[in-house]
């Protein structure tokens, strides 16, 4: 009976195929990484796009949930966020009227679009009416998917106005660990700008 003469892989085609696949995998998976980010950022981009219609459509159609969202007498107008505009390079004063928990992390405040002041109460309770949110309810229907470069994630939506124009309204996202809400940290949708990409792209 003949000897089946076989032959394996020598040391140096080894290293050379494991070389080959480094060198792949080196340059395959920070793109797949960044096709990543960029796909989270835009499924948060829409949902704020959301938000967004429906703030809009309530404020034109409901002069209740309108004077509660423009209030002036709101402790918040006196206390506004400092935000930056990156289109224009300028600093303005933004009017935080509800937050949101984006993660499912949240202490039990937020579950429902939530007042910063008293004045905004009856805005949330329409706002909550009109994206089917019932009192008390534990079910986060809009998670932020996106995190943030800071090293806390973003758990928190925000929607609020330019308190130079009012009629501007944005929806931002940012951190909820500090003051009452939270912290806004990035603007997702404005408009003025539409969608606003961040140059944070290592989030």
């Given at each position: 009976?003949?000897?089946?003469?076989?032959?394996?892989?020598?040391?140096?085609?080894?290293?050379?195929?494991?070389?080959?696949?480094?060198?792949?995998?080196?340059?395959?998976?920070?793109?797949?990484?960044?096709?990543?980010?960029?796909?989270?950022?835009?499924?948060?981009?829409?949902?704020?796009?959301?938000?967004?219609?429906?703030?809009?459509?309530?404020?034109?159609?409901?002069?209740?949930?309108?004077?509660?969202?423009?209030?002036?007498?709101?402790?918040?107008?006196?206390?506004?966020?400092?935000?930056?505009?990156?289109?224009?390079?300028?600093?303005?004063?933004?009017?935080?009227?509800?937050?949101?928990?984006?993660?499912?992390?949240?202490?039990?405040?937020?579950?429902?679009?939530?007042?910063?002041?008293?004045?905004?109460?009856?805005?949330?309770?329409?706002?909550?009416?009109?994206?089917?949110?019932?009192?008390?309810?534990?079910?986060?229907?809009?998670?932020?998917?996106?995190?943030?470069?800071?090293?806390?994630?973003?758990?928190?939506?925000?929607?609020?106005?330019?308190?130079?124009?009012?009629?501007?309204?944005?929806?931002?996202?940012g951190d909820g660990s500090t003051g009452v809400g939270g912290d806004p940290q990035l603007c997702l949708y404005t408009q003025i700008n539409?969608?606003?990409?961040?140059?944070?792209?290592?989030?």
């Amino acid at each position: 009976m003949r000897k089946r003469n076989t032959k394996g892989f020598t040391l140096i085609e080894l290293i050379v195929v494991i070389a080959i696949i480094g060198v792949l995998a080196a340059i395959l998976v920070p793109t797949m990484i960044g096709y990543v980010k960029k796909a989270k950022r835009a499924s948060d981009v829409s949902n704020a796009r959301g938000i967004h219609t429906d703030v809009l459509d309530l404020l034109l159609e409901d002069d209740d949930a309108h004077d509660s969202f423009y209030d002036s007498s709101s402790s918040i107008c006196s206390a506004p966020f400092t935000c930056h505009d990156s289109f224009s390079n300028q600093d303005y004063d933004y009017i935080m009227v509800a937050y949101l928990d984006g993660s499912g992390r949240a202490d039990g405040s937020g579950r429902v679009w939530t007042e910063l002041d008293s004045t905004q109460h009856t805005f949330c309770e329409h706002m909550n009416t009109r994206m089917g949110y019932p009192s008390g309810s534990s079910n986060i229907k809009i998670r932020i998917k996106s995190h943030g470069s800071g090293g806390n994630d973003y758990n928190r939506w925000f929607i609020g106005y330019r308190k130079d124009t009012p009629s501007t309204v944005e929806v931002w996202v940012g951190d909820g660990s500090t003051g009452v809400g939270g912290d806004p940290q990035l603007c997702l949708y404005t408009q003025i700008n539409k969608s606003v990409t961040s140059s944070d792209d290592d989030t």
